[in-house]
Nanobody, 120 residues
Framework: QVQLVESGGGLVQPGGSLRLSCAAS????????MGWYRQAPGVQRELVAT???????NYADSVKGRFTISRDNTKRTVYLQMNSLKPEDTAVYYC??????????????WGQGTQVTVSS
């Protein structure tokens, strides 16, 4: 079983910054990709950013130039640096990881979510 634990959410004023972290643990053989998704009330969960084990990144158009995803493979941790935050960035942010466990089974796991609120 693979667990993801997120941290770093909170309340920030428009234009401010936050950094989210997500650490993976459990019987992991390899993690192919990690990412962040978000879900605002009444809205479908949407992709924010993803990063592969090789460092290739993908961003939603709405966050390009403001958010940066990175990962530390040795720590099995993914980060999301969020700058120039806007009220429309307010949502619960979820971490996601895909890979293979120690029994060579594929997995796709989600974190519990962390609230990000951008408001003055």
């Amino acid at each position: 079983q693979v667990q993801l634990v997120e941290s770093g959410g909170g309340l920030v004023q428009p234009g401010g910054s936050l950094r989210l972290s997500c650490a993976a643990s459990g019987s992991i053989l390899s993690i192919l990709a990690m990412g962040w998704y978000r879900q605002a009330p009444g809205v479908q969960r949407e992709l924010v950013a993803t990063i592969t084990s090789g460092g290739s990144t993908n961003y939603a158009d709405s966050v390009k130039g403001r958010f940066t995803i990175s990962r530390d493979n040795t720590k099995r941790t993914v980060y999301l640096q969020m700058n120039s935050l806007k009220p429309e960035d307010t949502a619960v942010y979820y971490c996601n990881a895909e890979g293979r466990d120690s029994l060579f089974r594929t997995f796709r796991s989600w974190g519990q979510g962390t609230q990000v609120t951008v408001s003055s």
